[in-house]
T-cell receptor, first 110, second 115 residues
Framework: DAKTTQPNSMESNEEEPVHLPCNHS???????IHWYRQLPSQGPEYVIH?????VNNRMASLAIAEDRKSSTLILHRATLRDAAVYYC???????????WGAGTKLIIKP | EPEVTQTPSHQVTQMGQEVILRCVPI?????FYWYRQILGQKVEFLVS????????KSEIFDDQFSVERPDGSNFTLKIRSTKLEDSAMYFC?????????????FGPGTRLLVL
């Protein structure tokens, strides 16, 4: 399975944009890039996913590098409720499961 | 908005006892999963289930574990003889279609404590 590398933790101020990086240098052509987050004491929650093009939804934006070896999750205006562990996960068309890394713990300072 | 539900939210059991964790996936979904998360550690895949059979399973999912979809709505994980190391948060998830671009929806989890 292709692996991802994320920083262990990041801090940001409330109401400022947050850019969470993810490296996936061994990504294959059919791997989708998924982002999930886990708020304290809750189940994982889908955030966004993409294949090649940048994606936007109501929660976040996903910027994918042209060579697809890295991506960045962008929270445009972080709130205290965005404090969570964010996971970058690659998922191929033949995979049913999600393979989880350690993720990035995002700390939001008021 | 439809959601995955899990019962019980907490379960305490004695080592060696059987436990059944229950999940109700989103109603039109076809693919079902169990994951676990030991306290302070990462989420680990246990098993996936489609068309009334196991699609994939990890090395954690040994003979002590089994899954079942006993009716049209429930999806269960049974641990036959619990060990101390089975203490963890267990998450059920589901999705409606196959493919790498499909979102998985997770339940709130069952916290299992084996004494």
């Amino acid at each position: 399975d292709a692996k991802t590398t994320q920083p262990n933790s990041m801090e940001s101020n409330e109401e400022e944009p947050v850019h969470l990086p993810c490296n996936h240098s061994t990504i294959s052509g059919t791997d989708y890039i998924h982002w999930y987050r886990q708020l304290p004491s809750q189940g994982p929650e889908y955030v966004i996913h993409g294949l090649t093009s940048n994606v936007n939804n109501r929660m976040a934006s996903l910027a994918i590098a042209e060579d697809r070896k890295s991506s960045t999750l962008i929270l445009h205006r972080a709130t205290l409720r965005d404090a969570a562990v964010y996971y970058c996960i690659l998922r191929g068309d033949s995979n049913y499961q999600l393979i989880w890394g350690a993720g990035t713990k995002l700390i939001i300072k008021p | 908005e439809p959601e995955v539900t899990q019962t019980p939210s907490h379960q305490v059991t004695q080592m060696g006892q059987e436990v059944i964790l229950r999940c109700v996936p989103i109603s039109n979904h076809l693919y079902f999963y169990w994951y676990r998360q030991i306290l302070g550690q990462k989420v680990e895949f246990l098993v996936s289930f489609y068309n009334n059979e196991i699609s994939e399973k990890s090395e954690i999912f040994d003979d002590q574990f089994s899954v079942e979809r006993p009716d049209g709505s429930n999806f269960t994980l049974k641990i036959r003889s619990t060990k101390l190391e089975d203490s963890a948060m267990y998450f059920c998830a589901s999705n409606g279609l196959a493919g790498g671009g499909v979102t998985q929806y997770f339940g709130p989890g069952t916290r299992l404590l084996v004494l």
